[in-house]
T-cell receptor, first 112, second 112 residues
Framework: EAQVTQNPRYLITVTGKKLTVTCSQN?????MSWYRQDPGLGLRQIYY???????DKGDVPEGYKVSRKEKRNFPLILESPSPNQTSLYFC???????????FGDGTRLSIL | DAKTTQPPSMDCAEGRAANLPCNHS???????VYWYRQIHSQGPQYIIH???NNETNEMASLIITEDRKSSTLILPHATLRDTAVYYC?????????????FGKGTTLSVSS
């Protein structure tokens, strides 16, 4: 089954403790992206990747890192999480950057 | 800023057609109209997209006016599982990598 898989689905952690949210897709998609969703602000893009080893900043990249060493994986790294990064995060992928995107089920992060 | 305007909410009886309007009066010639939906806090789900011709797939139909300034998403036989927030998004065809701009969308409530 074609899917975008995020892990973990839920995480409660503390300020400053590094964490990684993994994202994997099994559709051989070139394009992958991370969004965060906050009440009243909608979905905002954090980072995206057009292909392996090619990443670029979205609208709200501060406090996040990404890497794209393999086509299927696009992890989101919070080196020193802060409470303002408490949010619902979605990973998405598509064949190319201008094609319809498939989204994962989301990761709800709470930073205390 | 979102380039689209949608009613904040709509109701539909189960089994009836749901017609969701979207205004995109500033759309340019190379921009597609995309529709996504989000059920509760799940990941957004792609529904359909089009440039100027009407489109139909297994989920819905998309009717775009001749001047392209508005469109209507039609769910022919709405079910309770179609209750969701529906987003109409205008996106340039050749701007690969740019974020999907999710506005506030229309909350569709389907009732029995």
């Amino acid at each position: 089954e074609a899917q975008v898989t995020q892990n973990p689905r839920y995480l409660i952690t503390v300020t400053g403790k590094k964490l990684t949210v993994t994202c994997s897709q099994n559709m051989n998609h070139e394009y992958m992206s991370w969004y965060r969703q906050d009440p009243g602000l909608g979905l905002r893009q954090i980072y995206y990747s057009m292909n392996v080893e090619v990443t670029d900043k979205g609208d709200v990249p501060e406090g996040y890192k990404v890497s794209r060493k393999e086509k299927r994986n696009f992890p989101l790294i919070l080196e020193s999480p802060s409470p303002n990064q408490t949010s619902l995060y979605f990973c998405a992928s598509s064949y190319a950057g201008n094609q319809p995107q498939h989204f994962g089920d989301g990761t709800r992060l709470s930073i205390l | 800023d979102a380039k689209t305007t949608q009613p904040p909410s709509m109701d539909c009886a189960e089994g009836r057609a749901a017609n969701l309007p979207c205004n995109h009066s500033t759309i340019s010639g190379n921009e597609y109209v995309y529709w996504y939906r989000q059920i509760h806090s799940q990941g957004p789900q792609y529904i359909i997209h089009g440039l100027k011709n009407n489109e139909t797939n297994e989920m819905a139909s998309l009717i775009i006016t001749e001047d392209r300034k508005s469109s209507t998403l039609i769910l022919p036989h709405a079910t309770l599982r179609d209750t969701a927030v529906y987003y109409c998004i205008v996106r340039p065809r050749n701007q690969a990598g740019t974020a999907l701009i999710f506005g506030k969308g229309t909350t569709l409530s389907v009732s029995s």
